[in-house]
Each structure stands twice: as C-alpha cells, then as structure tokens.
C-alpha cells in the first residue's frame, strides 16, 4: 500500500463522512434582515440597562414598558415576514421564531413583576447570545461563501 | 489513467485540507461547550430559586429562555456548516473542472 492508495482510500473515507452529513440550502445575505437585526439587540440592550433599576423603584413594572414590548412584537413580526418570504430560509426562520418566543416569555416574567438586577443580567446574557447566533448564521451567508 | 486519477486524487485532498484550515468544517466541541454551558445556567437557576430570589413560575420561564438561545445557537452552529460544506464541495467541484479543463 503506497502513499497514493492511502491518499485515495483517505478521501474516499473523507467524502462519504462529508455526505453523510445534512446539507440544508440556505438563502442568500440579507441585508435589509442584517440591519433590522442589530437595531433590534440594540433596542433591546437599552430596555435591558433601563431595566437595571432597583425593584422598589416606581417604574420598574411591565406596564412601564410596554411600547418596547410593542416595538420588539411588531419588529420581529417584519422581520419573520420577510425571512419567510426568501427561499431556502428555514433556519433563520426557525431562529426568529424562537427569539419571538424569547419576548413572549420576557414579558410573562415581567407581568410577575419587576426584574432584579441578577435576574437583569442573565436575561441579557441569553438575549445577547441569541442576537449573536441570528447575526452569525446571517453573516455566514455573506462572508463564509 | 491511473497516475491521472492519482493526480485528481491528490489535488482534490489538498482543496479539502486548505478548506477545512480556512474555517471549522466539524464544531462538535461548540455544541459541547454550549451544552455544558447551559447545564450550568440552570443550576444558577436553581441556586436562585433555593434562595428565594425566584419563584417556581418564574424560574420555568428563564429555563425556556435559556433554552431558546441554546437552540438558537445550534441552528446557527448547523446553518454556518452547511454554508461551509457548501464551500468546500464548491471548490472541489472546480478542482474537478480546471482538472479537465471544462
């Protein structure tokens, strides 16, 4: 066995574990999607450091903060709209569904009542890392090809 | 033939390698650490819960949080190596073209 089978053998080895894997179609950059994306983290990181307030503070409750619970609802409706339009886009669909979710969430827990600043933070973290895995899927899309 | 077919071989296992240098074809170990990384949360979680600083209710609603963004990230994790193979087989297929000139 010389090098060249070896060589052989190993690609052989190499393309049927590469074709075993799921190929999903994604959809081309978008950057109209990309732009809405960050103007929504950044509305929300906002919301998040008004949010830090002490809990015994007047203003701390849900009902202050409705327009950005309205904002972020009808932003990530249009930005649903719009993935689910393009072709080939059910992972970043399946993303902004969650992260529709998420919001949903974050305001039954407000309803509950006011943050506090530990509570603040970890809420944050996930969003934060939530915001960075839509932009990264979306960015692959335009840099990784 | 055959020292042709050794050639393409070669040239096609060099496009391979220099892909799979260029960006992470594999990221078994990102799904690794995301996942230890959300064991640990919710045990902040529970911590948080065993000192009164959340409600059963409330501590429900952060676990699904967090586990929206774990499964966020997969998806991203799964379309970022998709766009990847995509590349990879893409420039062996031109490998294959230049190789005989189509």
């Known amino acids: 066995m010389n090098f060249f089978s070896i060589t052989k053998n190993g690609l052989l080895a190499i393309i049927l574990t590469v074709g075993g894997c799921s190929l999903v179609a994604t959809s081309p950059y978008d950057s109209s999607a990309d732009k809405a994306i960050t103007k929504l983290h950044k509305q929300t990181a906002e ?3 008004e949010a830090t307030k ?10 202050h903060y409705l327009p950005f619970y309205q904002n972020s609802k009808v932003a990530i409706s249009s930005l649903l709209m719009r993935a689910r339009s393009m072709a080939d886009n059910s992972l970043t669909v399946s993303q902004l569904e969650l992260l529709s979710s998420s919001y949903e969430n974050l305001a039954q827990l407000h309803q509950l009542g006011c943050f506090t600043p530990a509570q603040v933070e970890e809420l944050w973290v996930s969003f934060d890392a939530s915001f960075s895995a839509i932009l990264k899927l979306e ?3 335009k840099y990784a090809r | 033939m055959s020292k042709r077919k050794k050639d393409l071989g070669s040239l096609l296992l060099s496009e391979l390698l220099r892909q799979a240098s260029s960006g992470s074809v594999f990221n078994h170990h990102r799904v690794a650490a995301d996942t230890q990384y ?19 209710e409330q501590a ?5 949080l967090r586990l929206n963004s774990l499964k966020i990230k997969l998806l991203a994790i799964e379309g970022v190596d998709s766009i990847v193979l995509e590349r990879t087989l893409d420039g062996m297929g031109k490998v294959i073209r230049r190789f005989y000139g189509v």
């Not at chain 1, 002490?54 to 009902?63: E, F, Q, T, V």
């Not at chain 2, 045990?43 to 600083?53: L, Q, R």
């Not at chain 2, 429900?60 to 699904?64: E, P």
């Open chain 1, 139 to 141: 960015l692959a899309k």
């Open chain 2, 38 to 56: 959300l064991a640990e949360e919710l045990d902040a979680i529970n911590t948080m819960v065993s000192a009164g600083e959340l409600s059963e």
């Open chain 1, 54 to 63: 002490p809990a015994d503070k007047p203003g701390c409750g849900y009902s």
């Open chain 2, 60 to 64: 429900a609603i952060h676990r699904q």
């Open chain 1, 47 to 49: 919301f998040f450091v």
